[in-house]
């Protein structure tokens, strides 16, 4: 089972598997899948963060990552 470390930013995340991206892009990260956007506010930005930006719920994202297989680190 694949493992997401919400400590990590959205760069590294990508950067370490690209599927990531596409859920990220599913739940409302739209720019996420911009290399531009990537390489530069993915640098910083980790998913809580970019969640909170953007007014979504954090669990509702942990709930989609569970249901796509994957184990949270947090």
Known sequence: MPTIDFTKTVYELCKDNEEI?????DL???EITKPNMLNTVGRYMTIPKGARMRGLNMDD???????RGYE???
């Open 21 to 25: 991206a596409k859920i990220m892009e």
């Open 28 to 30: 409302g990260f739209k």
């Open 61 to 67: 994202i942990k709930n989609e990552f569970i249901k």
């Open 72 to 74: 949270i680190k947090e």
